[in-house]
């Protein structure tokens, strides 16, 4: 956060305050929101790790927060936490390094050009509808068990929101502009490149993050069958010794490289959208 | 219709006809814009101002007639249309095809007194500085036509004012034709040598403004002109006041 969305927020008087007054008082109010709002997660963290302790929360069911840290302290020094967290991440930048790259060919092609539109559109959008988690099935039996099926249904997952949210980025260029290229006399690539590419981009970033949420729900998914490693192999290796605390781990991890890549493609937005207003206010 | 780029200075415009469905925006034109005259393009909204200046940029393809065109034309329009993905200068530099073209940029952004805003992003351009960086895209392309489409509509008043002035001493000092469409008698009277009235799609009055330069409002002369300008546009000078 900067200054300006503090003196947003405490600019609503009419009067004339000394500038440096209003900002020291839109820092100290900033610092009391983030207060506010880590208020009711900590206040559930101690609820709940009063409940476990007084023995009111069944331990096997829900396990206590100290013994959800104690579980992920010892995955840590064994080295297995480290080990599945690796496998899962390779998946899923593996699968999205495919959804990227089919996604960003197949939307420039069916973008800037009408028979590519009229060829790669039609069954992309029918491809779409289908939920891609059902084809699960038919991935271990075409892919086997190994990591294939597994990386194979991460990209089939993310191809599809890079694919439309730049498909409409590029049909949704400001034919203004286009206009103003022709008129500077600048050749259909120089277009493309000039124009055409930097106006898609915040939709294609929308997408990637769209698609990196897509990823990490398909390998949540593709982890729990058949497999011999990751986060979603720790978790069911865990249910058959009812090991919760090691299930609530593996959520949490899975929560935290949520946050983590979003994180990342926000500040990834930052740099390649320093242009927008937005940005640069910080959102 | 053909538009013919031609190694030739002078615009002309022969027969051209434009239909917008069944009704000829410009029905069998004709007209002739000079090397290094200022001509003032004014009618009601509707007459075929823009379609004019969209055909003369290559922009818009009309059905009959001839058009022959100098090759280096620009064009600044009525909002800025800057790639807001472009510093200011990329912006002017855009498409040049000169090794120097940033050197190119900074001088034709100093023209246009901005050097200051060189690096800047078009989103954080007020309205006057987005123009002028506008205005340094058109001109660093050292165009023998300038095109102006209602450049200075969206401004406010003050800064009409200083664009105005600014592009009259660049049109003196570059010598270029240059053909402005606009709504507004004043900046017609104050800017050109030549304003023309359409009309019906065609010409209806062409009148010479004669004027010493720098021109002011206040003249005799001026306020004569003006009155036959508006009259010609429907309107007397009480109403247009």
């Known amino acids: ?283 | 219709m053909s538009l013919a780029i031609q190694e030739v200075a002078d615009t002309q415009v022969r027969g051209l006809i434009r239909r917008f469905g069944p009704t000829a925006v410009l029905d069998g034109l004709n007209l002739d814009i000079p090397t290094g005259s200022f001509i003032a393009l004014l009618g009601r909204s509707g007459s075929g101002k823009t379609t004019l200046l969209r055909t003369l940029a290559g922009l818009d393809v009309a059905e009959q007639g001839s058009v022959i065109v100098p090759p280096k034309r620009a064009v600044v329009f009525q909002e800025p249309r800057l790639m807001p993905w472009k510093r200011v200068w990329e912006n002017v530099a855009l498409g040049l095809p000169y090794a120097d073209a940033r050197e190119r940029a900074e001088q034709a952004l100093r023209e246009v007194e901005l050097s200051h805003r060189i690096d800047a992003w078009p989103l954080t351009l007020s309205g006057g500085e987005a123009q002028r960086a506008g205005l340094a895209r058109a001109l660093v392309r050292d165009p023998d036509l300038l095109l102006l489409d209602e450049p200075f509509a969206a401004l406010d008043a003050l800064t009409r004012l200083r664009m105005q002035a600014l592009v009259a001493a660049l049109w003196a000092r570059h010598g270029m034709a240059a053909l402005l469409v606009t709504h507004d008698v004043d900046e017609a009277l104050l800017l050109a040598d030549q304003a023309v009235v359409l009309q019906r799609g065609q010409i209806g009055l062409q009148l010479c403004i004669d004027l010493p330069r720098p021109r002011r409002h206040g003249s005799p002369e001026f306020a004569a002109l003006r009155s036959e300008l508006l009259g010609s546009l429907g309107l007397t000078a009480e109403e247009a006041a």
């Open chain 1, 1 to 283: 956060m900067t200054e300006p969305v503090i003196n947003l927020a405490a600019g609503g008087t009419w009067r004339r305050a000394p500038l440096s007054f209003k900002a020291r008082l839109g820092r100290f109010s900033l610092q009391r929101a983030a207060l506010r709002r880590a208020a009711t997660p900590i206040a559930f963290l101690l609820l709940w790790q009063t409940a476990s302790s007084l023995g009111w929360l069944p331990p096997r069911a829900i396990p206590a927060p100290l013994a959800i840290l104690l579980a992920a302290r010892d995955l840590l020094a064994s080295g297995a936490l480290i080990h599945h967290l690796a496998v899962s991440l390779l998946r899923v930048l593996a699968g999205l390094g495919i959804a990227v790259v089919t996604g960003t060919t197949l939307a420039l092609l069916a973008g800037l050009s009408r028979l590519g539109e009229d060829l790669i559109d039609p069954p992309l959008q029918m491809a779409r509808t289908l939920p891609f988690l059902a084809l699960v099935p038919l991935f271990i039996l075409w892919f086997g068990i190994g990591e294939t099926p597994k990386v194979a249904l991460v990209a089939l997952g993310a191809t599809f929101p890079i694919y439309l949210n730049l498909f409409a980025g590029v049909r949704g260029a400001d034919p203004k502009l286009v206009e103003v290229a022709a008129t500077l006399g600048l050749s259909r690539g120089a277009l493309i490149r000039h124009v055409i590419l930097p106006a898609a981009l915040p939709n294609f970033l929308t997408g990637l993050r769209y698609a990196i949420g897509v990823a990490w729900l398909s390998l949540v998914v593709g982890e729990q069958i058949n497999a011999d490693s990751g986060i979603g192999y720790l978790m069911m290796d865990a249910r058959d010794f009812l090991r919760t605390d090691i299930i609530m781990v593996g959520l949490a991890v899975y929560a935290l490289l949520g946050l983590a890549s979003d994180q990342g493609v926000r500040t990834l937005e930052r740099t390649a959208l320093a242009w927008r207003p937005a940005a640069r206010l910080g959102r």
